[in-house]
């Protein structure tokens, strides 16, 4: 009677850890969500920073933790599943297979942190290229995970996942098959799986880059995802030519899986406080998590063997004001400390509305952050060092077209 009670109840908890998907629709073979290589080993995670909810199923701990070999607060620590015991799609590392974020990688990996709004490719520990991208709503944050990308799909179906939001819909039913290159499709050409319930996908406006955008995805234009595509299949050794790729977008008929030769790990971030190319830069808590405190503002600097007393007092009180301007959620309201709140850090699906009425207000979500979005300032005992500042940014606006010149008239 026991073990049927304890299996029950291992099944209900990972009904609940899998039901968040949103963007994800059907298995393509291929989740994501399991180990990737590691880095160089790096010191425990700041104690501060909010940890995510435990796994349904325990994982063995990493006695080699992958993520950058510096360590910085206001962040969500990346966690790191072990090579031997993966958690399950859609779930949550166990604490202890966590490991600290905030540096820089120096291997080749895909890092996304979420509170600026960008995403990089680092290649055997050099920023190579950044892009601006769309992240989740914070009723569908990205998560904070080590994942990895192993497969590239082309002229990808939707199906619509069990979600309140697509239950208000009146142009799109649960279940329902939508196909490559509908308008009704929200993937794009390309769609990038990176582990329940989370993609890479094309198919976002330039008015949608840097800003909330998606139900739990990184958000591209297709201008964009197509680069993502080619730098990928580049840095994995994939070949792949940018005339197959031009054909694959080209034939909205037939959706085209490409695996990769070797995965690409991507690194989830939550980092609100940060120290980039010299400067300190503070996001706003786009999720609600509570990062942007003195006390995580005090072990950044530390990091870098500065002390929040060393700065000048004009300094110091500009980095405090930052803290309260940034520590205030999309809508403007503040953040108590430590805080998660507005499911921003559950991945559990809401329980069905009962009315139709309900159902529509189940479906909202918040599309627009009240207010400026980050801080920077200038220290100069910081100069020099962090976070690399973005490399060949893709903005994912269109190059603008250069103005036809006159001919000059003659005299």
Known sequence: MNTRLRLISVLVVLSLGLSGVSCFTEPSGSTGATSAPTATPTPPATPNATPESPSPTPTTPDPTPSASPTTEAGTQPTPTPSSSTAPPPGSQPTPQAKAASGGIPTDTRVVVNAPAFRMDIFEDGKLTKSYKIGIGYPEFPLPTALRKAETIIFSPTWTPPDEPWVESSSKVKVGQKIEAG?????????????????????????????????????????????????????????????????????????????????????????????????????????????????????????????????????????AMRALSQMGRDANGQPVMDGADVGNGGSSAKSPKPKSEQEKKAAGRVTRTIRGATEVAIEIPALAGKGYPAPSDLDTGSPPKKAAPSRARRKK
């Open 182 to 318: 509908d308008k009704l499709n929200p993937l794009g050409l390309i769609k990038i799986p990176i582990g329940l319930p989370s993609l890479i996908h094309g198919g976002k406006s330039p008015a949608q880059i840097g800003r909330f955008a998606s139900h739990g995805c990184v958000g591209l234009t297709n201008a964009q995802v197509h680069d993502v595509a080619k730098q990928l299949a580049r840095i994995s050794g994939t070949q792949i030519s940018e005339e197959q790729i031009a054909e694959y977008e080209k034939n909205k008929t037939e959706t085209k899986p490409v695996k990769l030769t070797r995965p690409i790990p991507v690194e989830l971030r939550y980092e609100t406080i940060s120290v980039e190319d010299g400067k300190l830069h503070i996001y706003r808590d786009v999720y609600a998590r509570g990062t942007n405190t003195e006390e995580n503002l005090r072990k950044v600097l530390q990091t870098y063997s500065v002390n929040l007393e060393d700065l000048s007092e004009s300094t110091r009180a500009q």
